[in-house]
């Protein structure tokens, strides 16, 4: 199940970026939305990768930076809140794109 959750985020942004917008300004605005929010959302493994000694183990609490995992109880719940809002803008736009399309 946590395999999912932590999936979600990148794979709905990779097939977010597909879809298609009549406004290239605001499809710009929501692409770099998403990637910033991907790199909140990654930012304690990266922070963890870099921050750990030679030799040692990233996922250590005790000699390590394996205590930024805790940082996922804030981040899990508000990226998913921010990720849902930019999906669904990104469908709501291209839902109005084909509409429009179709009507010319």
Known sequence: MENLIFSFIPISTILLFFLKDSDLKRKKALNIGLVINNLIFYSPIIYMYFATPAGQNMWSEM??????????IFLLPICMLIQ?????????FAIKHKKKSLSE
């Open 63 to 72: 000699d390590g930076p394996g205590a930024a995992v805790f940082a996922y």
């Open 84 to 92: 849902f809002v930019l999906m669904t803008l990104k469908i709501v």
